[in-house]
């Protein structure tokens, strides 16, 4: 159990730590953490707030779908506080970065493997999971399609509704860039191939 939490926690700050980075490279964040970064950009607040108030209407959403509210949705309420207020000092501590556009595609691409062992970690410890992941293993469970699938339409979904949120305010694209659309398409694969080396 200990090491379990212990992989838990590390694939938690992968997470967070990732999705901070992927906003300084300025190549378009990362589809899951897509919405939020337009919440948090058109309504001026932190990203640990916009975080938490997408993890919880999340959270709502399995109970929907499952209809039910187990422990395991209630734990992810305050696991929605406490990763939101983690991603708040990462944004805190990790500076500008001012790398050139080569580096930072470089870089981009390494962290989508980092965030995509993050979310490994959290699913293969079988404890609480981050609402983004939970709301997927939901869809995965209820309709019997395989996680890393529906990580892949999920996350691209996230990336049409932060398109649509973002022309209904009538504000630029916040945080869309090619990386958004990398990530949507490659982050359940990076998934599903750690799945194959630890099955």
């Known amino acids: 159990m200990l090491k379990r939490i212990l992989l838990y926690i590390i694939g938690l700050n992968?997470?967070?730590?990732?999705?901070?980075?992927?906003?300084?490279?300025a190549l378009g964040v990362a589809a899951f953490s897509s919405v939020m970064y337009s919440v948090s950009e058109i309504y001026r607040i932190s990203l640990g707030t916009a975080s938490i108030l997408c993890y919880l209407l999340f959270v709502l959403m399995q109970c929907i779908l499952s209809k039910k509210v187990t422990l395991t949705y209630i734990l992810e309420v305050p696991l929605s506080l406490a990763f939101g207020l983690l991603t708040d000092v990462y944004d805190w501590m990790i500076p500008d970065l001012a790398l050139s556009l080569w580096l930072r595609m470089v870089l981009f691409l390494m962290t989508m493997f980092v965030t995509a062992m993050g979310?490994?970690?959290?699913?293969?410890?079988?404890?609480v999971l981050t609402p983004t992941d939970g709301i997927v293993k939901t869809i995965s469970e209820v309709f019997q399609i395989p996680f890393s699938l529906v990580k892949n339409v999920f996350d691209i979904s996230l990336v049409a509704a932060s398109v649509l949120l973002c022309l209904g305010n009538h504000t630029e694209l916040y945080g869309i860039g090619a990386g958004t659309v990398l990530s949507a398409f490659c982050l359940g694969r990076i998934i599903k191939g750690y799945e194959k080396m630890w099955p």
């Open 14 to 25: 992968l997470i967070a730590a990732a999705v901070v980075l992927n906003i300084r490279y």
């Open 119 to 127: 979310v490994f970690l959290c699913i293969r410890t079988d404890l």
